[in-house]
């Protein structure tokens, strides 16, 4: 293995290198019914472990990633760590799909035990994405998994995961010179609670290299990879084009001075950053190799004079708006497609509505109950209780956020949305909680900006520090 690879350790006793191969590439290259040798793919991940780059990311939707790495891993043996993801659709899940999505990673990878599973979920108004979490918990503690991790989670939802009991050692999340959200909230959280940032996007499908430096810019019809698509469209967002080729040149004219190529230094700033474990850089297995170039990232360090010249003009960019994963949630969708239509078909009501006798629609989100009348809706007070769990643990502000899904659940279930609340109640536990819940309400409503009332009350329930009322006017569609 080749020393000079950094490697970081994810978990106690599992350590991964700090640049990892990432297998999207594989679902792009099987595109419109193309196969590949699966057996010559996974012999094309032998020199990737020989220079020390040990580490390899997929998913259970990568084409046939999984497969390619399992039958690397029974010709080869456990050289290497693989990472897999599961991305469920949205909609009911139980637990025993839960065991059927983790045995079918298991058997296409060849494997009694998944080094590292990170999860996904498309809708935080369901909590059924938290009793997956739980679910896989329970697998984790039955030997089927070695570690759990997330992918595209925003800081609200990591805060709420890990305060509740769930063994998080990683969050997977865009993270780039071009997309810079990661180094905020996100950043403080996973150095608090020593969760490391699995951050791709670095080279940003590739843009962020010398093929791009000074050309005009491309069309459409002229991207030819799903990871261009997308990332073209994190750069409109950022900016534009010729803000785009500043950062550029501004690259180049760094590695030159250090002997690096830009996709160098725009790894190396990431790498440098204080929460992050690992980088992905994708692969096209047995047609692009770029082993010699990602060993020259770590022969060099940037320094604090280069960070700051790049810093000059990362602060003409416009930030990516939201937190780490809103890409996937919420508008812009900044993805290949540019909405969700490839990824997901719907998205299925997160409670069942109930009809009454008065012509009223009742929806029971545990204990908060919402009634629509005509036009208005009304939750009563509604808590972080789930089952007979408290959501959050002890704090505060992770009980508020699973506060708030519970009512965006309810809300969404009877046609309106968290955008057309007019009124909040809030009431906490401890008067000492009051700023940081204020934070955590602007966070959540600042762009809502209903009239509120923060006050300090006696909370049914051990352990519930918080609960909250609302009213909500759905907004007639515009003719």
């Excluded at 996973?190 to 080279?203: D, E, M, P, V, W």
């Excluded at 980088?279 to 010699?292: M, P, V, Y």
């Excluded at 003009?313 to 490839?342: M, N, Q, W």
Aim: contains cysteine.
């Amino acid at each position: 293995m080749n020393e000079i690879v950094e490697r970081c350790e994810l978990a106690p006793g599992f350590t991964i290198s700090r640049v990892l191969t990432g297998l999207w590439q594989v679902a792009d290259m099987e595109r419109d019914g193309r196969s590949l040798d699966l057996e010559a793919a996974a012999e094309e991940m032998v020199p990737y472990v020989n220079a020390g780059f040990t580490t390899f990311d997929m998913a259970d939707h990568y084409g046939s990633a999984e497969k390619i790495a399992g039958i690397f891993l029974k010709e080869h043996g456990p050289r290497a760590q693989l990472l897999t993801k599961w991305v469920p659709r949205p909609g009911p899940i139980t637990r025993d799909d839960v065991r059927a999505a983790v045995q079918r990673s298991l058997r296409r990878m060849q494997t009694s035990r998944l080094d590292l599973l990170q999860f996904h979920s498309w809708d935080y108004a369901d909590p059924v994405w938290l009793e997956c979490l739980y679910w896989l918990q329970e697998l984790k503690g039955e030997g089927l998994i070695r570690h759990l991790g997330l992918t595209n989670v925003d800081t609200a939802h990591l805060r709420i995961a890990v305060n509740s009991g769930i063994q998080i050692v990683s969050n997977q999340v865009s993270f780039s010179l071009l997309d810079q959200r990661a180094r905020l909230a996100m950043t403080e959280l996973c150095l608090i609670q020593g969760i490391k940032l699995l951050a791709f996007g670095t080279i940003a499908g590739g843009f962020l290299t010398e093929r791009w430096l000074g050309k005009p810019e491309p069309g459409w019809d002229e991207l030819s990879t799903w990871s261009q698509m997308k990332y073209k469209r994190f750069i409109d967002t950022a900016g534009g084009w010729q803000v785009f080729q500043e950062l550029l040149h501004r690259l180049d004219q760094v590695a030159q001075r250090l002997g690096a190529s830009i996709a160098n230094v725009a790894c190396r700033y990431v790498l440098e950053e204080p929460a992050v474990g690992g980088i992905i850089i994708g692969a096209r297995l047995g047609q692009t190799e770029h082993i010699q170039n990602n060993l020259q990232l770590f022969r060099f360090s940037l320094g604090a004079l280069n960070r700051s010249k790049i810093r000059d003009v990362l602060a003409r960019l416009r930030p990516i708006p939201g937190d780490c994963g809103d890409e996937y949630r919420k508008p812009p969708f900044l993805t290949a497609s540019g909405d969700l239509s490839h990824h997901v078909e719907s998205f299925p009501l997160p409670y069942e509505p109930q009809g009454s006798e008065e012509g009223l629609t009742v929806v029971l989100s545990g204990k908060g109950r919402a009634v629509r009348s005509n036009d208005h809706i009304h939750i009563s007070a509604t808590d972080a209780t789930h089952g007979d769990r408290i959501i959050g643990g002890r704090d505060v502000v992770a009980q508020f956020h699973f506060v708030v899904d519970k009512m965006e659940g309810a809300l969404r279930s009877l046609g309106g949305r968290l955008e057309d609340i007019v009124r909040t109640e809030v009431r906490i536990h401890d008067p000492s909680d009051t700023g940081a819940v204020a934070r955590a309400y602007d966070e959540r409503f600042g762009a809502v900006r209903p009239a509120n009332t923060l006050s300090q009350a006696k909370i049914e329930g051990e352990g519930c520090l918080i609960e909250m009322e609302a009213e909500a006017i759905v907004k007639r569609p515009e003719r």
